[in-house]
């Protein structure tokens, strides 16, 4: 329909202008409080001395992009009001409020969603979903058309695995497998910084990719 | 916008015909995997001998569905495909699917999504939001929309509080405070069946409200 149509011209010219500024862009999604935010004020510490920027979409507030703030200065905050996911066009007003010179990684922070962000695409060079074992392990096959765009999932906050009996972790493995063979998965723990190293890793190969 | 206007008319159709049948009904809103319904899962058996009926949208699968059907066998699921919330007219098929009488309550799961349920009149009489405390303490301050409307909300999962440093309580009842001062706010863990008493005499008291 002509507005995904007219979202997805705008996202092609921001995948040019930030590919000819050397710049890999990654849009990161998950539901509400899977741990993006503190993801990323993980991550980005660990990349230096590579150069990181964030847009962070949020319906209302400025909490996150205060947060991403003491991992990097070029952070900015884009509120969506009643959006349930950010555009296109959000994204090139946040690409011109940012100092891009010299940025490696350009972290998108979707509005909490696991549904309206998989059919907009930004201008993104890789989407990457979170999913958080204290939400159950039936997200993957409940959700399937965020995890269909996935180039990696990350299975999140892995160290609270010993206090949710009945969760299932080979049930998440069993409906990947079925609806997103090609993405790998992470295991990761933002919070005590487990499993983090093989996210990395993965994030720098995809620059070279 | 008309697409709202032609769901609201339905919406007031569906209220009418609940109401005439004397069934309290419930729009059961949160992000997605704070457990709704594992709270309905908990709550129908305790409102026996009253007769309670259940509608469940997800995006796919019955999962929900068949969870649901242990607790009562008037349950019918409504995969939504794409569709980010339940529509009224998606609720009016789900009530041709249903016997409806003496059925003194129905419990409607909605699409777990913190942003598109909260616009959907879908003809309830009552909206109760979840949080759970494993999303974090600022949610209510980030999706107010979905908080605006609720007529109860619940803090779920707080048998898990002890786990969770960092987490304040204190936070989420100041912003309750400022986005929704007349809801009551309801402290549950659905998992252990504490805080259940207070949710279910509120529900109660709705019939007579
Ligand atoms: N135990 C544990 N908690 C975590 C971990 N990562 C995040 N959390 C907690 O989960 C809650 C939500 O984390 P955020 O980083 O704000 O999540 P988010 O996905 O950015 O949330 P939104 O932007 O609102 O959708 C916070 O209370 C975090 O402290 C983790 O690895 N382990
Ligand atoms: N510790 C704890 N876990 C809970 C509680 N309630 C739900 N859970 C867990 O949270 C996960 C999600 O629960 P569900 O009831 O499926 O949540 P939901 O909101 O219905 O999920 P969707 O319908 O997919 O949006 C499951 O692993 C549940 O076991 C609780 O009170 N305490
Ligand atoms: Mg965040
Ligand atoms: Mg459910």
Redesign the interface.
């Known amino acids: 329909e002509s507005v995904l149509k007219a979202n997805d011209a705008v996202a092609a010219e921001n995948r040019r202008r930030l590919s000819a500024a050397g710049v890999l862009a990654v849009n990161v999604m998950s539901?509400?409080?899977s741990g993006k935010t503190l993801l990323l004020e993980r991550t980005i510490p660990r990349l230096a001395p590579e150069r990181c920027a964030v847009l962070v979409g949020?319906?209302?507030?400025t909490?996150?992009a205060e947060r991403l703030g003491s991992a990097t200065p070029l952070v900015t905050q884009i509120n969506t009001g009643?959006?349930?996911h950010l555009t296109a066009p959000q994204v090139t007003a946040g690409l011109d409020s940012l100092a891009l010179d010299g940025v490696r990684y350009l972290f998108i922070e979707n509005?909490?969603?696991?549904?309206?962000p998989?059919?907009f695409d930004l201008g993104e060079h890789r989407r990457v979903v979170l999913v958080?074992v204290?939400?159950?392990d039936?997200?993957v096959?409940?959700?399937?058309?965020l995890f269909q765009v996935a180039d990696a999932i990350l299975l999140t906050?892995v160290d609270?695995l010993g206090?949710l009996d009945g969760y299932r972790r080979e049930r998440v493995y069993e409906d990947i497998s079925r609806i997103n063979s090609r993405a790998p998965v992470f295991e990761v723990a933002a919070r005590t910084g487990q499993g983090l190293d093989p996210w990395l890793a993965w994030l720098q190969a995809q620059r070279s990719a």
């Open positions: 539901a509400p409080g949020d319906l209302q507030t909490r996150d009643t959006g349930c509005v909490g969603n696991m549904v309206c998989a059919g958080s204290t939400e159950g039936d997200k096959a409940k959700y399937p058309t906050k609270l206090v």
